[in-house]
């Protein structure tokens, strides 16, 4: 029963704790050999949460979710069929959440369940964002990296340099949201979540830049330059203003009039970008739903930047707007 839970740490999907407290029980008949193998820190941990009901700690949740989706993008590389994929990514996300739904503390009236309470609502909340950030991460990079490696050319390139920047500017304030659920110490990972929101504003503006660039490669329109020197200066505009300190990223309740301040030209950058893909979007199949992605996006976005400091459940606008992010790396990816 112990190598059988052992295995646990080689396949994502395999049972683990059950039998290691089975082996447990059948070492309990001998004191001796139960106290050496108490002794492994693997079985010790598992063992100890379990009778003392904390739950899975934050270490082992990282090590996990990690390990599983690393597995599963290797298989989906290696096999490459689209109902596979399908298949794993459905996998990944059902296992991601029961690990982190297990990952809970039971004991001392410190269960979390869904009720009224807000605090504990919003506990939910954060576990369900950690369920949904975690395969995103990865999904988007899986594009890029799929995109730079079956796709060859300029058009190969951008798409896939999109999907990477996009994941990892994300990945700078998502990661320590993640981290800062599964262990709850926010005020250690203050200053990285604020430096992370900054981070991802400017590489989201890149995001844009890029696609904009990609639009021209593709559809070769006929204006003047005039317009991708505008694009340059609504993102550079916005850039710059992410760097002032009055946007206060680290702060509790940061500046909702810098907030507006710096999103009115990454609007612009947008409507613009949006404009050029609809008014081409009958040229090439895969991109003609394109300009209503980016539309989208925004529609779910700019409520967020409004009204969330009155209203923290806005919030939950973020996850719609991250699905049209890796609807647009789908469209690429079909060039």
Not at 39 to 63: C, H, L, M, Q
Not at 69 to 76: F, Q, R
Not at 102 to 118: H, L
Not at 262 to 285: D, Q
Request: hydrophobic residues 55%.
């Amino acid at each position: 029963m112990l190598t059988i839970g052992a295995i646990g740490l080689f396949l994502p999907i395999w049972p683990t704790t059950p039998f290691i407290l089975v082996a447990s029980g059948c070492f309990a008949s001998t004191p001796v050999l139960h106290t050496q193998i108490m002794k492994i820190p693997f079985v010790n941990e598992y063992i100890r949460n379990y009778k003392d009901r904390k739950g899975i700690s934050g270490k082992t949740i990282a090590v996990s979710l990690i390990f599983l989706w690393v597995m599963l993008i290797a298989s989906v590389l290696h096999i490459g069929k689209l109902w596979i994929m399908c298949l794993l990514a459905l996998v990944g996300i059902a296992v991601t959440i029961h690990i982190i739904w297990i990952a809970r503390p039971r004991g001392g009236g410190t269960m979390i369940k869904i009720s009224s309470s807000p605090k504990k609502s919003t506990n939910i909340f954060r576990y369900f964002e950690v369920a949904f950030d975690v395969p995103y991460l990865i999904g988007a990079v899986c594009i890029g990296i799929g995109i730079l490696r079956h796709h060859t050319g300029t058009t190969g390139l951008l798409s896939g340099v999109m999907a990477l920047v996009l994941a990892g500017g994300d990945a700078f304030h998502l990661i320590p949201r993640i981290i800062v659920t599964i262990s709850g110490s926010h005020d250690r990972l203050k200053g990285m979540l604020g430096f992370g929101k900054l981070i991802t504003s400017i590489t989201m503006t890149l995001f844009y830049v890029l696609l904009w660039h990609l639009g021209l490669l593709l559809f070769a329109p006929t204006f003047g330059w005039g317009w991708t020197a505008l694009v340059y200066a609504l993102a550079g505009l916005r850039m710059v203003l992410c760097l002032f300190k009055q946007n206060g990223w680290t702060c509790a309740n940061p500046s909702l009039r810098w907030s507006m301040l710096r999103n009115i030209p990454f609007l612009l950058l947008g409507i613009i970008v949006a404009l050029l893909f609809g008014t081409y979007r009958n040229v090439i199949e895969p991109l003609k739903h394109m300009w209503l992605a980016i539309a989208l996006s925004f529609a779910f976005y700019i409520p967020v930047v409004i009204g969330v400091h009155k209203n923290p459940k806005l919030g939950m606008l973020m996850f719609p707007k991250t699905c049209m992010y890796i609807w647009m790396l789908a469209m690429c990816s079909m060039l």
